[in-house]
């Protein structure tokens, strides 16, 4: 199936233009795209990954914001590691993050045709020997820099997906990302509209895209291992998988900076998933993704507050944060 979907759905979250992007707040948005696109269309993949580790390694030393999550968050996954071995780890991650951002508005520009041509996919079958039968699949996607990637992809293939978004501050951004986003087809369902609607359309045949490494701060979140830390976990994934009687399939959706292609691998479904019992099952996600980045540990987003919810109650973000600023 190749023809334009829509999939309309009332309950899912549905921002339309509107002529207040064209305000004097925006026109710094506007400045910027105008600056950006020419430079996402005509720079070439291997100037854009020169560019980007150039940023990379000016980045890195600055350990403030963002990049000091990414410290934080590397030392406590991977203490053994030597300073410098973390260090090399978080330039490779900015510069796929920078050659991503540098690249991803093609997704949009260029057509159909051109993005499943620049996607390397492997493991299809995983999914798809699941929908040709007719039965539910949940995606299980960690927070890669590409992680839109695999759903657009999916959706331009006739395989549209249902996921949750989280609305941006600035509302022209957030309208552009979801346009991109629901090209192909698919929903997408605000948190704060609750679990129903994206149950509904799980049913209905849409691939779930189920982001299982936030931290949500749930009181329900098992702490379980993750690398050589524990995270705060949410086991929910097994009571979903049990509502729409769904098959987990992980998916992870990366990028190579050195090329420009989208690299999306799919795994097989988990086995013997739920077990009933939150803490296995929770310990299992967290497996699945260590098994996912295993070599390729620049895909993720180690500068989310990954670990912000302690056992102890701490804010190892915080914390560092007012050291750096005594």
């Known amino acids: 199936m190749t023809k334009q979907r829509h999939d309309y759905d009332a309950h899912a979250y549905n921002p339309e233009f ?5 305000a004097p707040k925006y026109w710094g948005t506007w400045l910027m795209l105008l600056v950006a696109l020419p430079v996402c269309l005509l720079t ?18 600055k350990k403030k914001g963002t990049i000091l999550n990414a410290w934080l968050n590397l030392e406590a996954c991977f203490p053994d590691k030597s300073a410098e071995a973390r260090q090399a780890i978080l330039v490779e991650t ?9 690249s991803f508005p093609l997704i949009t520009l ?20 699941h929908t040709d039968n007719g039965e539910a699949v949940i995606l299980f996607v960690p927070h890669t820099w590409a992680i839109d990637a695999a759903a657009i992809l999916f959706a331009s293939q006739g395989l549209p997906v249902a996921a949750f978004s989280k609305r941006q501050k600035n509302r022209l951004l957030d309208w552009l990302m979801h346009r991109q986003r629901v090209q192909y087809g698919g929903n997408c369902y605000e948190r704060e509209a609750g679990i129903k609607p994206f149950i509904r359309a799980v049913k209905r045949g849409f691939l779930g895209y189920y982001l299982p490494d936030e931290d949500m701060r ?9 690398f050589a830390t524990t995270k705060a976990t949410l086991p929910s994934l097994g009571k979903l998988s049990k509502v729409t009687r769904s098959h987990i399939v992980p998916v992870l959706s990366g990028f190579n900076a050195q090329t420009g292609r989208f690299n999306i691998t799919v795994y097989p479904a988990f086995n013997d998933f739920p077990t009933g019992e939150s803490q296995t ?6 497996a699945q993704i260590e098994t996912m980045l295993e070599g390729q540990l620049d895909q ?4 989310l507050q990954l670990l912000r919810t302690r056992e102890d109650g701490r804010n190892i973000y915080q914390e560092a ?4 600023a005594a």
């Open 18 to 22: 509107s002529r207040a992007y064209l």
């Open 44 to 61: 070439p993949a291997k100037a854009k990954y020169r560019f980007s580790r150039w940023v990379a390694n000016k980045l890195v030393a």
């Open 94 to 102: 900015l510069t796929t993050a920078g050659a991503f951002l540098l």
């Open 110 to 129: 260029r057509s159909r045709h051109w993005f499943q041509h620049h996607c390397d996919v492997a493991g299809m079958e995983h999914i798809t020997r």
């Open 218 to 226: 749930d009181e329900s979140s098992e702490f379980v291992p993750f």
């Open 281 to 286: 099952d929770a310990r299992a996600m967290n």
């Open 300 to 303: 993720y987003m180690w500068i």
């Open 321 to 324: 944060k007012k050291k750096a």
